[in-house]
């Protein structure tokens, strides 16, 4: 059972039949032992139920035959501590009396198909392409099973009904949300590719996806090119982001950001020529996307594979729990961290630079937690490097258990000295041997002859990155990480006393329930926006609009917590859908109300860039806003002579107050900027509550109005005057418009006409 390699196997073989080794086997397990064929040969076999946990049913047959227990009943004492004890967390939940439908989700099998089967329709392409298409490889961590929820299978329906035109469809009407999965395609190397301009070179890549558009339309295909020519493709049910790269494309883009520096180094003349340039931007986004991230994808695609009841599961815990909190993962590739086009343009969707500062991890950096901390690689030790071999009290096993994996991870965070020790974590053996003792050697050496100011708070090596910054550069920061590790020291401590006590499902949640008083200023979103994330929040709360009309015995099902039956979602789906045609397009892509919201308030209050953003992706119910430096919004509130800078810094929000020496001076309100968050997105925020609002008092005195006793009369006459005539203008109003008056005066109008013709 601690083999992770044969621990959910639902066949055990044991020793040939008839010898004195099989004699035993079959005494340990009694009735169970069968006797089956397998390559030739009798063989003693344990065959268990492939539907449920094996090693639970193993830990209960030993238990009630060694133990002569009567009944079941004593053997959920131990299910406490078992391996599935917390994987309720990532599956959704509805009661019987909501309306709530699960929405159809895909199963790793149905992506690794989709892909497959987008494969094959590439290839038949290639007599009509310049280039052959060799291959398209994953990249998403949905293929790899390691997000924490899959992604829903969108389904076309056959039913003929008019649909909303496209400009009086609106964000209420989606109820899930369709992000795309990335994917590269590789195609084979050709001299054709221009050679000298960039420009041209991105253009014949365009036109390239163009001609698979094109191609993919003649066999009702849906497809859309995107601004950072790349092709989204619907197949399947799933949308399908692919690009592809050649090796000529990197030189080429060197070279133009060369060309575009040496303009901005002669048009600058504030740049200190001693100080080392770092590498563009563009050319990160390019490397990481099409260089870094396919090779370590891969890498940890096998690992998924060969732990597959263990890994992606403890892989979707540590995501959710930090999610949970406000801090979740940064997506690899997000939608706003994709290469640049020609234009290197600002990309509103996604939520990578998003308090990315601060406590976030990126995707890939938290799975490569979990691979040391779980032991599916060997920890690597060389002469100068043991930091990261597990303590001498602690066995390096391999973890077959999501839950204690989860539990290692925590420790790993939080014990680990990420100050003078890199993390090495090996991938494909590439640490092993000789020539792998030297890469790990030159990877702790780089370390330490670097100044720490110039790496990030956490470095992580591996043999595909041995600076160990290609994953940890975007965040965390010192300071977030400290709070991470106090964060993941709380949350270790706590599930361990509670599983040790044998605490109950629902209490467990409070692993993963945030301390929102923590926050200097909370925003709660409408169930509008919530609507598409409902069934994935940690605790369930089902709106009025999704209660069923029920019976009076219905409600007294519902008024009782224990009579409250739970629906759980199926497990996910493989189909083999048909293409829906080439003008059709899912809804809910790219429609995310919460990001956009963020996005809002960024554009509002970052100006001052005094905040860091929390949120949880998979519940999308609350935003919290915490004070990055209270020493800089402290300046910001300072008192400032009144000019037309510290005018337009306020951005709207400027106070006029009365110092100390009696002059009237300049202050920013942030208080009120903070409460109009309401009022800009009346229809997804239901409410802003500033939760210490100490921190934004204004200094100073208010700035008075002029004395009442000199001009009283003057304003007492005014005042009567324009209340009279006020009085005037409403009682003409009321006479002329009252709807009752017109009916009295057709009636007196008609009696008077009739006495006059008398």
């Not at 923590?518 to 169930?527: A, E, G, H, S």
């Not at 209660?547 to 099902?557: A, F, G, V, Y």
Request: aromatic letters at 8%; charged letters at 25%.
């Amino acid at each position: 059972m601690l083999n992770s390699s044969i621990s959910f196997t639902p066949i055990i073989r044991g020793p040939r039949c008839g010898t004195d080794a099989g004699k035993q086997f079959r005494d340990l397990w009694g009735d169970k032992s069968e006797i089956r064929h397998i390559d030739g040969d009798l063989f003693e076999c344990v065959i268990w139920d492939s539907s449920k946990d094996v090693t639970s049913q193993i830990i209960d047959y030993v238990l009630l035959r060694k133990f002569k227990l009567a009944d079941q009943t004593d053997l959920g004492l131990w299910h406490q501590v078992s391996s599935t004890r917390l994987s309720d967390l990532l599956r959704s939940f509805s009661p019987s009396y909501a309306s709530l439908r699960f929405p159809s989700r895909a199963s790793t099998l149905h992506l690794i198909r989709s892909l497959d089967q987008l494969d094959s329709v590439l290839r038949s392409f290639n007599k009509h392409l310049p280039l052959n298409i060799m291959g398209v490889q994953a990249i998403s961590a949905e293929f790899r099973g390691t997000s924490v929820f899959a992604p829903i299978v969108t389904v076309r329906g056959t039913a003929q009904r008019k649909l909303k035109p496209l400009m009086k469809s609106s964000w209420h009407d989606i109820h899930h949300t369709l992000r795309p999965l990335y994917a590269t395609i590789n195609i084979e190397t050709s001299s054709k590719w221009p050679r000298d301009d960039y420009r041209a070179f991105f253009h014949m890549k365009r036109l390239f996806l163009l001609r698979i558009k094109e191609l993919l339309v003649h066999i009702g295909v849906p497809s859309r090119i995107v601004p950072s020519g790349m092709l989204d493709i619907f197949i399947n049910g799933i949308v399908l982001r692919i690009g592809f790269c050649q090796p000529l494309e990197l030189s080429l883009l060197r070279r133009n950001c060369d060309l575009n520096q040496r303009r901005s180094l002669k048009t600058s003349s504030q740049i200190n020529q001693n100080d080392s340039i770092k590498e563009p931007e563009t050319i990160r986004r390019w490397l990481v996307f099409n260089e870094w991230l396919p090779a370590v994808a891969s890498q940890l695609m096998a690992i998924s594979r060969s732990h597959l009841h263990t890994y992606p599961e403890a892989c979707r815990l540590v995501k959710r729990w930090l999610s949970a909190h406000g801090y979740p993962v940064i997506q690899c590739p997000d939608l706003c961290t994709e290469p640049y086009g020609l234009d290197s343009q600002l990309v509103h969707l996604g939520d990578a630079d998003l308090g990315a500062s601060q406590c976030r991890l990126s995707e890939i950096a938290a799975e490569l937690l979990v691979v040391h901390a779980g032991g599916f690689t060997p920890a690597v030790q060389t002469l100068s490097y043991s930091a990261g071999l597990p303590d001498a009290t602690r066995e390096n096993f391999v973890s077959s258990s999501p839950l204690a994996t989860f539990l290692r991870f925590l420790r790993l965070l939080c014990v680990f000295d990420w100050t003078n020790d890199i993390l090495l974590v090996d991938l494909n053996d590439g640490f092993v041997g000789k020539e792998g003792q030297e890469k790990a050697g030159a990877a702790v050496t780089t370390f330490k002859v670097t100044p720490r100011d110039k790496l990030p708070a956490m470095v992580i090596a591996t043999p595909l990155d041995l600076s160990g910054t290609h994953w940890t550069l975007q965040g965390p920061s010192v300071e977030g990480l400290k709070r991470l590790r106090t964060l993941a020291m709380q949350s270790h401590e706590l599930l361990r006393a509670m599983l040790v006590a044998g605490a109950e499902f629902s209490d467990l949640k409070a692993v993963f329930r945030p301390d929102l008083s923590q926050m200097d200023v909370l925003i709660k979103l409408r169930p509008s926006v919530s609507k598409t994330r409902i069934l994935e929040a940690i605790d369930l709360e089902v709106p009025s609009w999704a209660l069923k009309k029920t019976s009076p015995e219905d409600e007294k099902l519902k008024a009782d917590p224990k009579g409250t039956v739970l629906t759980k979602e199926s497990d996910p789906v493989t189909l083999d859908l048909p293409h829906p045609g080439a003008s059709y397009w899912p809804t809910g892509y790219l429609c995310d109300p919460v990001t956009w919201i963020l996005r809002q308030i960024q554009a509002k209050i970052d100006k001052w860039d005094l905040f860091e953003y929390m949120w949880d992706r998979h519940s999308g119910r609350w935003i919290g806003l915490c004070v990055k430096d209270a020493p800089e919004c402290a300046r910001l509130r300072e008192l400032k002579p009144f000019t037309e800078s510290k005018l337009c810094m306020a951005g709207g929000f400027a106070r006029h107050r009365e110092s100390p020496t009696g002059s009237m001076s300049l202050t920013v309100d942030i208080q009120s900027a903070l409460g109009a968050l309401h009022l800009w997105a009346v229809e997804m925020v239901e409410w802003v509550r500033i939760q210490r609002p100490w921190s934004f008092k204004l200094p100073g005195v208010e700035v008075q109005g002029p004395a009442a006793a000199v001009f009283s009369s003057v304003t007492t006459g005014r005042k009567n005057s324009f209340e009279n005539s006020d009085n005037e203008k409403k009682e003409r109003k009321v006479r002329s418009y009252s709807p009752v008056l017109k009916i009295r005066r057709r009636k007196g109008g008609r009696k008077d006409h009739s006495e006059a013709e008398k």
